[in-house]
């Protein structure tokens, strides 16, 4: 991977990371009312099953690589249509999103945390078809080395885990603070661009 493709892909997944949603509401939740503890352990769970769908998508991506490499252009070309359809969504959205918080979370340990955040994350499908989509941008999987590998799991581990932390500690402002709406707007266009922009390199690469 070029420096230029280790950037792009740590701009899309910070973009995205930061857009409100379901982990970050658990994030969010059990930072405000159990403790940045908590917080930190459901992070490492979602983490760790974005972890389990960027190997899955690798490696099955790179078995279709090297024995059907015609189906693969297919692929290719399916996963940049799905990265520019996103990129319209996340651009065109109308609506504003809101983080709730549910106040009747009882006490409970850091296990619990971690386990909330991983299985949240393995309940969400859509996550390995965006890795499965956004990786062939930036990887040749037919020539696949340990060393891309280890890049893309620390840029995920990096752009996603900080992203986190940073919901964890501000957590207590943002049960107080509705949502911005203009930041909101803007998360949204940034992570939109980033999705058109990787589609169509993909379909200039294949």
Same mark, same amino acid.
Do not use: H
């Given at each position: 991977?070029?420096?230029?493709?280790?950037?792009?892909?740590? =701009?899309?997944?910070?973009?995205?990371?930061?857009?409100?949603?379901?982990?970050?509401?658990?994030?969010?939740?059990? #930072?405000?009312? &159990?403790?940045?503890?908590?917080?930190?352990?459901?992070?490492?769970?979602?983490?760790?099953?974005? &972890?389990?769908?960027?190997?899955?998508?690798?490696?099955?991506?790179?078995?279709?690589?090297?024995?059907?490499? +015609?189906?693969?252009?297919?692929?290719?070309? &399916?996963?940049?249509? @799905? &990265?520019?359809?996103?990129?319209?969504?996340?651009?065109? @959205?109308? +609506?504003?999103?809101?983080?709730?918080?549910?106040?009747?979370?009882?006490?409970?340990?850091?296990?619990?945390?971690?386990? $909330?955040?991983?299985?949240?994350?393995?309940?969400?499908?859509? $996550?390995?078809?965006?890795?499965?989509?956004?990786?062939?941008?930036?990887?040749?999987?037919?020539?696949?080395?340990?060393?891309?590998?280890?890049?893309?799991? #620390?840029?995920?581990?990096?752009?996603?885990?900080?992203?986190?932390?940073?919901?964890?500690?501000?957590? $207590?402002?943002?049960?107080?603070?509705?949502?911005?709406?203009?930041?909101?707007?803007?998360?949204?266009?940034?992570?939109?661009?980033?999705?058109?922009?990787?589609? =169509?390199?993909?379909?200039?690469?294949?």
């Amino acid at each position: 991977m070029s420096i230029i493709d280790i950037i792009a892909l740590f =701009g899309a997944m910070l973009a995205l990371a930061v857009l409100p949603s379901a982990s970050v509401a658990l994030v969010v939740t059990r #930072s405000a009312i &159990l403790g940045v503890a908590d917080g930190i352990a459901v992070t490492a769970g979602i983490i760790l099953g974005d &972890l389990v769908f960027i190997l899955l998508a690798i490696f099955s991506l790179s078995v279709v690589a090297e024995t059907m490499s +015609g189906l693969f252009v297919i692929v290719k070309y &399916l996963g940049a249509a @799905y &990265l520019l359809w996103l990129g319209y969504n996340l651009i065109t @959205y109308k +609506g504003t999103s809101t983080l709730t918080v549910d106040k009747t979370v009882k006490k409970q340990n850091i296990v619990t945390s971690f386990i $909330a955040g991983f299985v949240l994350t393995l309940g969400d499908v859509k $996550a390995i078809i965006f890795y499965a989509s956004l990786l062939p941008v930036f990887v040749n999987l037919s020539t696949l080395q340990t060393s891309d590998v280890l890049i893309i799991i #620390s840029v995920m581990i990096i752009s996603l885990g900080s992203v986190k932390i940073l919901y964890v500690f501000s957590a $207590a402002k943002i049960v107080t603070l509705t949502t911005s709406k203009n930041i909101d707007k803007l998360a949204r266009k940034t992570a939109g661009c980033f999705m058109l922009g990787a589609g =169509g390199y993909l379909i200039a690469k294949t």
